[in-house]
């Protein structure tokens, strides 16, 4: 079984064409349901009294809600606006709401899980959550720019604590005061990381394991309309296909990797969670073996 801790919110984005108001959203539940098309997943989060039902239906039908509390207040809340070019958004808003001194407790039913995913989170929060487990095999965790401006120091344990860190190219020249890729990374395993992946939107990911760097396309696309969720949805993918191998070797994770890129470019297809809520496993084996097709020289 794989646990996802992280963030469950009302998002509120806004694109050229269309704005989103309360969506289901949260970096936990797009890297959870996007893990579910492989493994079972177990999410660890916390919702406010607003919380509406039809959301928490939406989750059971993909996630196991044991870990999932409900908090005095409201839900976590977040309102972004993206550009013309749909490559820059901007945050209009960040309400941590219950999300703010929520003490995660971690179901019995999940202490044995092997696989533990991070989602973007308050980095003492998620180091405190790892201690919670019986037998971890693999751990990953994420950030974002708000707690390595608000707690960089908190960051940099989180990822002394885990075997592997995802995030995108900004975050991690802002993260590490690095300007070049290949030193960003190497400045995040010298902290303690044993794999490094930096996300790099519709350019696809870089993966780096000692002296290994392993560069994955993107999956071109002709029609993105909401990038919301895409890198939650690439992470989720490659912790959940780990999990469902039971392997953390450099070859499995090279694939997972890939198969990370191919969810995260369905994610991008729909507003919101759209796209992935109306996926098929069918829909995923076409688009590897198009990925296949388009890498292979």
Not at 151 to 165: F, G, H, N, Y
Not at 254 to 266: D, E, H, L
Request: net charge positive; proline share 2%; with cysteine.
């Amino acid at each position: 079984m794989l646990t996802v801790f992280g963030s469950t919110a009302l998002d509120t984005i806004r694109t050229p064409a269309r704005t989103l108001q309360d969506a289901l959203g949260g970096a936990a539940v797009y890297a959870g349901i996007s893990a579910s098309f492989f493994v079972d997943a177990g999410l660890v989060a916390v919702v406010g009294g607003d919380f509406p039902r039809r959301h928490r239906r939406t989750l059971a039908e993909y996630l196991d809600l044991r870990g999932l509390s409900t908090g005095n207040g409201r839900t976590f809340r977040y309102d972004g606006k993206y550009d013309e070019t749909l490559s820059t958004r901007r945050t209009l808003k960040t309400e941590l709401n219950v999300l703010e001194g929520f003490r995660p407790v971690v179901p019995e039913e999940y202490r044995d899980s092997r696989f533990v995913y991070l989602a973007n989170n308050d980095p003492v929060q998620n180091v405190s959550i790892l201690e919670q487990f019986d037998r971890v095999k693999f751990s990953m965790c994420d950030t974002i720019d708000f707690w390595i401006s608000t707690k960089r120091e908190a960051v940099r344990k989180m990822i002394r604590s885990v075997d592997a860190v995802v995030i995108n190219d900004e975050e991690a020249k802002l993260l590490t005061k690095e300007h070049n890729l290949v030193r960003c990374a190497k400045k995040m395993m010298k902290w303690g990381a044993t794999y490094v992946i930096i996300k790099k939107g519709e350019h696809g990911s870089l993966m780096f394991y000692d002296d290994v760097i392993f560069h994955s396309p993107g999956f071109s696309l002709g029609d993105v309309v909401d990038p919301t969720g895409a890198g939650d949805s690439f992470a989720g993918a490659m912790i959940g296909k780990l999990a469902a191998g039971g392997s953390a070797s450099l070859s499995s994770v090279k694939k997972a990797v890939v198969q990370g890129n191919v969810m995260g470019s369905f994610a991008v297809e729909g507003y919101g969670l759209s796209r992935l809520l109306r996926l098929k496993k069918r829909d995923i084996a076409a688009r590897m073996r198009a990925y296949e097709k388009m890498a292979r020289f």
